[in-house]
């Protein structure tokens, strides 16, 4: 919980035009990147269990292998590593948004006064 708290940060919304594009671009860029890291990932987890469940098949029966790969730390390691990709992403899709809603409400303000 500490440390998400660490990584809030106060948008600054007097901040210069040219700033907030490019953290509108790096935002989105990174969100990009990371949801794309984080499909291939997902796509590997199961190929991941399959490979630990043959790993520990020898030592017990079908089911007992698929339990003992599920709780391999190799395993939990893997899916730790997703989430975590997964936060990324999903952090970084949030601060795109964030920063983009204020381009917006810039660009409406802008609007409202030359009427």
């Known amino acids: 919980m500490s440390l998400c708290l660490e990584?809030?940060?106060v948008m600054n919304l007097y901040m210069?035009?040219?700033e907030l594009a490019e953290l509108v671009r790096t935002h989105a860029r990174t969100a990009l990147d990371s949801r794309q890291v984080a499909?291939?990932?997902s796509n590997l987890l199961k190929t991941r269990l399959d490979e630990l469940q043959r790993a520990h098949r020898?030592?017990?029966g079908a089911a007992g292998a698929r339990r003992?790969?599920?709780i391999d730390q190799a395993?939990?390691?893997f899916v730790q590593e997703l989430l975590t990709v997964r936060n990324h992403s999903l952090t970084a899709k949030?601060?795109?948004?964030?920063?983009?809603?204020?381009v917006e409400a810039r660009r409406s303000l802008r609007a409202l006064r030359r009427r």
Do not use: G, K
Request: hydrophobic residues 40%; aromatic residues 8%.
């Open 7 to 9: 990584r809030q940060r």
């Open 16 to 18: 210069p035009e040219a």
């Open 39 to 41: 499909r291939r990932l």
């Open 58 to 60: 020898s030592a017990a």
């Open 68 to 70: 003992q790969a599920a």
């Open 75 to 77: 395993y939990l390691n």
């Open 94 to 102: 949030i601060q795109y948004e964030t920063h983009l809603m204020l």
